[in-house]
């Protein structure tokens, strides 16, 4: 009877002991939810840091109570990225608001925090969309330190875009801006960035990029040009106008440029040549055609075909090239339309 009266006692100790199991567990699942909802309205009210520290605490109870708080664990999880998130972008429009390098650098910082978040908590969306912002404010940060002209900070930025995501056309774009304005910088060093621009460009269907580096490039390498003209550097500039023609063939610029070239060293077809090819795709009116003429007219000039010469003259007769061209007319070729 004393045996029997004791395995009921444990019996019923037992029952009591899982009772009291279940009660405790349903009361840490009550905690555990509540603090969850907690969060999330603190989220709501903008509460980022209390509502961290609430999915935390959500996060540790219902770890602690296994296959219970799975359900919980997740959301609160979930949840994590899009707070940082959130918290990243109110940077963002203090940023808007007061663009500055410390307010930028800040916003900068806390999408790097919301992406190592959803790295940890393998939320991929959150973690893809962070880096591509991240890489947008960086390069907002390059523009902004280069129009305050501290070009190795820019460019130092620029190198972080590219360590991040080297299929980032612009940087090499940008890069090679920035080293044009950097005086002794090596042309081929900022040529080597424009082309790195296109070819990145082209591979991911940036065509906007792909034509400003185009542009770019064309436009240095005419101004290069152009300038090795000026010091009597023929050779070389007929190099560099004719590498701008291979980035652009219809630049009327570069076709101009080396008439003005030719005619330098008397090469007077070639010269004509690029000077008619200039004027057919010049599309300005006539005082940027009449330049053209004037080189043309040199051209012919030079080859001893007086009547082309003359008619050439006759269309660069206006504006800043007015007055020589009258007097080549005049008293070099004396035209019969100068002597009437």
Request: glycine residues 6%; hydrophobic residues 35%.
């Amino acid at each position: 009877m004393k045996f029997l009266k004791s395995s009921i006692t444990v019996f019923l100790l037992g029952l009591f002991i899982i009772g009291l199991g279940q009660t405790v567990e349903a009361q840490d699942r009550k905690e555990a939810v509540q603090t969850y909802n907690s969060a999330r309205e603190m989220i709501q009210s903008g509460d980022y840091d209390q509502a961290i520290e609430q999915l935390k605490k959500a996060i540790e109870v219902g770890q602690q109570l296994g296959a219970q708080g799975k359900d919980i664990v997740e959301r609160a999880e979930s949840k994590m990225p899009e707070v940082y998130r959130q918290m990243a972008l109110d940077n963002y429009r203090t940023f808007k608001q007061d663009q500055t390098i410390p307010n930028l650098d800040a916003t900068i910082e806390a999408f790097r925090e919301t992406k190592d978040v959803a790295d940890e908590y393998d939320n991929s969306q959150v973690s893809d969309q962070a880096n591509g912002v991240i890489n947008q404010l960086l390069y907002s940060k390059s523009i902004i330190q280069y129009k305050q002209q501290n070009f190795q900070d820019a460019l130092a930025t620029l190198d972080e875009v590219i360590e991040n995501d080297p299929n980032y056309s612009k940087a090499y774009y940008q890069k090679g801006i920035i080293l044009k304005k950097i005086e002794g910088t090596d042309l081929e060093r900022s040529m080597e960035l424009f082309d790195q621009a296109i070819e990145v460009g082209k591979e991911n269907n940036d065509s906007q990029i792909v034509s400003q580096a185009t542009n770019a490039a064309r436009d240095e390498l005419v101004y290069r040009g152009a300038t090795a003209t000026e010091n009597k550097n023929f050779s070389r500039a007929k190099e560099l106008l004719n590498r701008a023609l291979e980035y652009d063939s219809s630049s009327a610029d570069a076709h101009f440029r080396l008439a003005q070239a030719y005619n330098k060293t008397q090469d007077w077809q070639e010269a004509v040549n690029h000077a008619e090819e200039a004027l057919g795709l010049e599309t300005g009116g006539r005082t940027d055609k009449a330049k053209i003429y004037f080189e043309l007219a040199t051209a012919y000039q030079g080859l001893g075909q007086k009547e082309n010469a003359c008619g050439a003259f006759s269309n660069a007769a206006y504006g800043n090239f007015k007055s020589p061209a009258e007097h080549q007319m005049e008293h070099e070729l004396e035209c019969e339309s100068a002597t009437e």
